[in-house]
């Protein structure tokens, strides 16, 4: 061919294939001139609807703020939520409508472990990036899939800070567990089981309860055996009030009860009625009321305009700041915006990227957040304990 049939043949090849190419990329992944649309299976009613709704409500807070700006590049940001009732089951049904129905670009802000677990096969065969699970599950980090953004840090990670506190600072040998009989609890179980294994120590007790149930009676009595001198708790917080009721009342009255972030603070002080003596809570972002944060003071400003009757909370700060992460993912994609180019964004975000927190993800490492905050409660105010002290 000569050079000059040649150009011709390769410009007009292009221009076939570009208007095919950005049809592609606007129908098939959510992109379209003017918005970029992200799909949520969560739990807005049901046991779990406590973590589901704030988790939304403050990612729903940043996006309502960035499209109020002039959305990103120029593209509002559309959030299609569908309820699963923190039912596995459901959330199949939800994520393949969006995938296939609503042709979403991602899926975002999906909540639990158990149902986290059965769409990893969903988002393996739709090659559909999986955003900021509101869950610490081990097998959304290893073995490493790079379909998978995760913004907190892991379960494991939670489970050794609370073990740490209680043995090393604490002084405690005698440890007992109460967690929720699926994957979530199974994978806290675990991962508290590593943590005193590296301190030459074992449960002295373990108890358990189904999901979506208040029946802890059983557990109860297995754990009142060995008057535990703490609990590590791995629940939902009405199952978990419940049994820290319970147990107050029926003589674990100095027991300690230590739980991680899932069980939502916030409720489980609600359902307590405010005797929250001898209660630890591992966090996995900064007190959401303080100011002297500049993620958690952009949260507060921003949040209680869109919503001014409710106050400031750990699950909607944490929905607000992955949204956020998103976000700058999304500013960084301008170039060529599809699945893989936005994947390959978070990994080359700066360090501050979320102003007054420090971030670090990598080609190998989509974890955004590995601090763990162990909080307490002191005049009923929750409060951070300090380390040092």
């Known amino acids: ?20 190419y950005n049809i592609y990329i606007k129908t098939q992944n959510g992109i379209k001139d003017n918005k970029i649309i992200l799909g949520q299976s969560t739990a807005m009613t049901g046991s779990a609807s406590s973590l589901g709704k704030p988790f939304y409500d403050g990612a729903y807070a940043y996006f309502n703020y960035i499209n109020s700006q002039g959305g990103v590049n120029g593209r509002q940001i559309e959030l299609i939520t569908y309820d699963d009732k923190y039912e596995p089951s459901l959330a199949v049904e939800n994520s393949l409508r969006l995938i296939n129905k609503d042709k979403v670009f991602a899926l975002f802000g999906e909540m639990g472990t158990p149902t986290s677990k059965v769409l990893l096969d969903v988002i393996n065969k739709y090659k559909i990036p999986y955003l900021t699970p509101y869950t610490g599950a081990e097998f959304l980090r290893e073995p490493f899939n790079p379909l998978v953004i995760n913004f907190r840090a892991s379960y494991y990670a939670e489970t050794e800070a609370l073990v740490k ?32 294994k590296k301190r030459h120590l074992k449960l002295s007790a373990k108890g358990t309860y189904v999901r979506n149930t208040l ?52 409720s ?22 303080s100011s002297s944060n500049a993620a958690v003071a952009e949260y507060r400003r ?3 305009k869109t919503h001014p009757e409710e106050v400031c909370d750990f699950v909607s700060l944490e929905g607000f700041l992955s949204a956020k992460l998103v976000v700058e993912a999304l500013k960084s994609s301008e170039e060529r915006l599809d699945r893989e180019s936005f994947v390959k964004s978070f990994e080359q975000l700066p360090a501050d990227a979320l102003e007054g927190l420090k971030i670090s993800m990598s080609k190998n490492d989509h974890q955004a957040m590995d601090s763990i905050y162990l909080t307490t409660f002191k005049d009923g105010r929750l409060i951070a304990i300090e380390e040092d002290k």
């Open 215 to 266: 029946s802890i009676t059983t557990a109860l009595n297995f754990i009142k055996k060995a008057d535990p001198q703490a609990v590590i708790i791995i629940g939902v917080h009405k199952p978990s009030a419940h049994f820290i009721k319970r147990a107050k009342k029926e003589g674990l009255n100095k027991t300690v009860f230590a739980a991680m972030s899932a069980i939502w603070s916030e």
């Open 302 to 304: 921003i949040f209680q």
């Open 165 to 196: 506190y209680l043995v090393e600072k604490l002084k405690m040998n005698n440890i007992a567990i109460f967690y929720q009989n699926d994957s979530y609890g199974k994978t806290g179980l675990k991962g508290v089981e590593i943590a005193l």
């Open 1 to 20: 061919m000569k050079p000059g049939l040649k150009s011709l043949f390769f410009l007009i090849l292009a221009l076939t294939l570009f208007p095919i």
């Open 268 to 289: 489980l002080v609600s359902e307590l009625k405010e005797d929250v003596n001898n209660l630890i809570i591992s966090q996995v972002v900064p007190l959401p009321c």
